[in-house]
């Protein structure tokens, strides 16, 4: 069991900057690959990014390369996303997720996915 709380989101205008953090707890995190998805109102659950157990692969959507950079720091049990550039498209509800089955290969698929956080909303105005 692997229990997610994502933290940091809140209100910006475009172009501003946000970093959300996502702190694990329960089973070993660092024999997970983790992901960010995002959510907008009406819309289906969207790959942000994906980073492996030992942070040598990471992954993107193309809407978000080079605005967005996933990390995370195992011995704290915390993944981040720190969001630059952010534009009105960006707003959403923005999870993370664990992937138990898998610790090398960051999936851009949800249902990859076994465990995830409640959500924290991000809104982006121009």
């Known amino acids: 069991q692997v229990r997610l709380m994502e933290s940091g989101g809140g209100s910006v205008q475009a172009g501003d900057s946000l970093k959300l953090s996502c702190a694990a707890s329960g089973r070993a995190f660092n024999t997970n690959a983790m992901g960010w998805f995002r959510q907008a109102p009406g819309k289906e659950r969207q790959f942000v990014g994906g980073?492996?157990?030992?942070?040598?692969?990471?992954r993107y959507a193309d809407s978000v390369n080079g605005r967005f950079t996933i990390s995370r720091w195992n011995v704290a049990n915390s993944v981040y996303l720190e969001m630059t550039n952010l534009k009105p498209e960006d707003t959403a509800v923005y999870y993370c997720a664990a992937d138990s089955a898998d610790f090398q290969t960051p999936s851009t698929a949800s249902d990859e996915y076994d465990y995830w956080g409640q959500g924290t909303q991000v809104t982006v105005s121009s």
């Open positions: 980073i492996n157990w030992n942070s040598a692969t990471t």
